[in-house]
């Protein structure tokens, strides 16, 4: 009898072992889709424990240290996580500064909460790294004012209702986008008052309707436009870009390769396809909006050798060998300008950027190959890339419009001014 109640006994806590395992498992991948370690993982820093600074209008933050160690966040109780993601809360009462993305994390569900919880109680490991105090001068720094933002603009906590009219795969897609993947984050126009003007397609044709410029680059719309959103892009072409950071048509930079590189590429099929799916549900903002119909004039005189266009000698001397004359890049590799909805947003400000610093295409799993673009602005004045802005938005069939040299003395920082092009050839993001 004493030995068949030590075998029990014994079973019972291997059960609770593995369930707790299959918790902290669950978490991690939840975490992965969350992209929690992009913003709380400094350059060069230990995962997770935080002091990534982050530019907002009224000064600098830095994230903080959410590793179970008790500068971290080893002291908190479900509770205390809880407050803090869902609700804004800190565990000292105070109210957390949007850039925690709680106003999405609000709809993250009590079980996915509960595995977050796990991992990152045992499945993270504990550094001991103080936080560090935000830049931002006083009386900005008060922190009671974001009592009142939160109590405006972030949504109470419940219980997150999938439509019962929409596709399951739908309904699943848009939990991730809505909540724990934070996409309006940064793909989201903001207000004066810093808050997402929209926070659910419920909420208007705000959502997802591509931002405001923010460190150089621009997060493009994800809604059905085919100017400048998604109406060209097919599910499976998503899919892949999401998985991959490339597709036949596109390549990822910015802030969005680190998405890739640190959370999509981990996602499962199923996910990467509800997500893709979700966002060819979102109607185009423009109603008038027409597909791209392309322009040959422009190849055809570069390939007889015309290039009078204004900004052809800068294109052919400097990206053509990768781009084509044709605009259509090379599949998968290079990727394509002409009808490529980046290059014909209102604002130019990801093009340039791009063109002036260089960009680099993660290696991932299942696309394990580097493929970089050399930064021009060492090489290149101001007008000669306006130049070159100019004819890519306007060549092909594109309808980006023209921009000036201003608009690049503007972009240009000065680290592109006085660093060398050998330096500048590494350069991705600033």
Known sequence: MKTLLIATILCGASLSAQADSTLVKQGEYLARAGDCVACHTAK????????????TPIGTVYSTN????????????????????????GKDGSTLYPAMPYPSYARVSDDDMRALYAYFMQGVEPVAQPNKATDIPWPLSMRWPLAIWRGLFAPQVKAWQASAAADPVVNRGAYLVEGLGHCGACHTPRALTMQEKALSPQDGEQFLAGSAPLEGWIAKSLRGDHKDGLGSWSEAQLVQFLKTGRSDRSAV??????????????????????????????????PDDQPHAYDKQVAEALWNGDDSKRGASVYIDNCAACHRTDGHGYSGVFPALAGNPVVQTADATSLIHVVLAGGKVPATHTAPSNFTMPAFGWRLSD???ADVVSFIRTSWGNQGGAVKADDIAKLRTDDLKHTSGDDLGQVTSH
Do not use: C, W
């Not at 060069?44 to 530019?55: H, Q, V």
């Not at 959410?66 to 809360?89: C, M």
């Not at 981990?266 to 549900?281: C, N, Q, V």
């Open 66 to 89: 959410i590793t179970p160690d008790a500068s971290g966040i080893g002291n908190y109780s479900f509770e205390d996580f809880d407050q803090a993601v869902r609700h804004g809360v």
């Open 44 to 55: 060069g820093g230990k995962p997770f424990a935080g002091g990534l600074p982050m530019e």
């Open 253 to 286: 930079f910015g802030g969005m390769s680190d998405v890739v590189e640190h959370s999509m590429q981990y996602m499962s099929e199923a996910d990467l396809t509800a997500i893709a799916r979700y966002l060819k549900t979102l109607p185009p903002s423009n």
């Open 383 to 385: 007008q000669e890339v």
